[in-house]
């Protein structure tokens, strides 16, 4: 089973959250103080506390994770991630409301070793203002290993 391109996977909403922010502070390890101090933040141009670089993975917490396998026809126990990389058009702060879509890029095969052909499913997750603006994209690539 193959999804065509510009299918969407699914929808959540995500509310970037000072406490949240703190969390991800602490386990990634981040020593900058605009994301737990709001005058450092101020001092560096920000309204509010800035979100870590990693925060929109908070929308994976909110996704029907199951529905989402389902709905591409992956086989949960073959899926590895492949590699996942972002962009911002501008930083996240305490307080955005974000809608996080996801979409299918591309979905293909393709030969691996010992001959065995994995699926490669790329998606692209646009989070959105709620005055239309796209401020940040997550893009996975799945890879779904094939059966020797």
Same mark, same amino acid.
């Given at each position: 089973? @193959?999804?065509?391109?510009?299918?969407?996977?699914?929808?959540?909403?995500?509310?970037?959250?000072?406490?949240?922010?703190?969390?991800?502070?602490?386990?990634?390890?981040?020593?900058?103080?605009? @994301?737990?101090?709001?005058?450092?933040?101020?001092?560096?141009?920000?309204?509010?506390?800035?979100?870590?670089?990693? @925060? /929109? /993975?908070?929308?994976? @917490?909110?996704?029907?994770?199951?529905?989402?396998?389902?709905?591409?026809?992956?086989?949960?126990?073959?899926?590895?991630?492949?590699?996942?990389?972002?962009?911002?058009?501008?930083?996240? /702060?305490?307080?955005?409301?974000?809608?996080?879509?996801?979409?299918?890029?591309?979905?293909?095969?393709?030969?691996?070793?010992?001959?065995?052909?994995?699926?490669?499913?790329?998606?692209?997750?646009?989070?959105?203002?709620?005055?239309?603006?796209?401020?940040?994209?997550?893009?996975? /690539?799945?890879?779904?290993?094939?059966?020797?």
């Amino acid at each position: 089973m @193959h999804v065509t391109p510009d299918t969407l996977v699914d929808e959540v909403e995500i509310q970037v959250e000072p406490g949240k922010i703190r969390e991800f502070v602490r386990a990634t390890g981040v020593t900058d103080p605009v @994301h737990t101090d709001v005058s450092a933040a101020r001092s560096a141009g920000f309204d509010t506390l800035l979100a870590t670089a990693t @925060h /929109v /993975v908070v929308a994976g @917490h909110r996704r029907d994770q199951q529905a989402f396998v389902r709905r591409l026809g992956l086989d949960i126990r073959r899926v590895v991630v492949g590699s996942v990389s972002w962009s911002f058009e501008r930083p996240l /702060v305490a307080g955005d409301q974000l809608v996080a879509r996801r979409t299918v890029v591309e979905d293909r095969t393709k030969e691996g070793r010992g001959g065995a052909m994995n699926r490669l499913v790329t998606l692209e997750t646009e989070f959105v203002s709620p005055d239309g603006t796209v401020v940040a994209r997550q893009r996975d /690539v799945l890879v779904e290993r094939g059966r020797p």
